[in-house]
T-cell receptor, first 114, second 111 residues
């Protein structure tokens, strides 16, 4: 079974530029998560999708971050404009339907904003 | 804010010893708890999950859950240098499987 796929693996951008990350979850997983992990901290949930609907985006900085999950499969996370404090690893994870909530993570995208 | 709290460590144990990692949570509605291992520069990897009060064993790992005390722990028996990593505790909350992570405890197993 293929795991969670993310791209790109690394990205360096200047502040005020925009960037987009892509995630393809494990086949059949209805729940998709985007986490931000700053060095030395635990993953922080940015947004959670159930199929193609948003169920939690309370910690997503909506003035600069946006995410979508069209057709309930793959997802993109966008930052526009980026700030220095957005430098982090962006992790995508997916989990199966209710009853099996454990999440499986992709390899992440390491973003550096300079 | 529903939280999951861990001591960031580092926790140092000699090779062959038992490593004990602890976690507390604030949301009494949480039903499921997870332990993830994260090697430096890698993504979290699920190693254990537990739903019921008591102990759950899987090889050298034992997860313990005490819902009355809102306490979760992970024991690693016969610790190996390859167990050196950060261990993230996580709990779910709400009906949509939202998973909240702690800061992680860094474990160092000394040969």
């Amino acid at each position: 079974e293929a795991g969670v796929a993310q791209s790109p693996r690394y990205k360096i951008i200047e502040k005020r530029q925009s960037v987009a990350f892509w995630c393809n979850p494990i086949s059949g997983h209805a729940t998709l998560y985007w986490y931000q992990q700053i060095l030395g901290q635990g993953p922080k949930l940015l947004i959670q999708f159930q199929n193609n609907g948003v169920v939690d985006d309370s910690q997503l900085p909506k003035d600069r971050f946006s995410a979508e999950r069209l057709k309930g499969v793959d997802s993109t996370l966008k930052i526009q404009p980026a700030k220095l404090e957005d430098s982090a690893v962006y992790l995508c994870a997916s989990s199966a339907r209710q009853g099996r909530p454990e999440a499986f993570f992709g390899q992440g995208t390491r973003l550096t904003v300079v | 804010q529903k939280e999951v709290e861990q001591n960031s460590g580092p926790l140092s144990v000699p090779e062959g010893a038992i490593a004990s990692l602890n976690c507390t949570y604030s949301d009494r509605g949480s039903q499921s708890f997870f332990w993830y291992r994260q090697y430096s520069g890698k993504s979290p990897e699920l190693i254990m999950f537990i739903y019921s009060n008591g102990d759950k064993e899987d090889g050298r790992f034992t997860a313990q859950l005490n819902k009355a005390s809102q306490y979760v722990s992970l024991l690693i028996r016969d610790s190996q240098p390859s167990d050196s990593a950060t261990y993230l505790c996580a709990g779910d909350s709400g009906g949509y499987q939202k998973v909240t992570f702690g800061i992680g405890t860094k474990l160092q197993v000394i040969p």
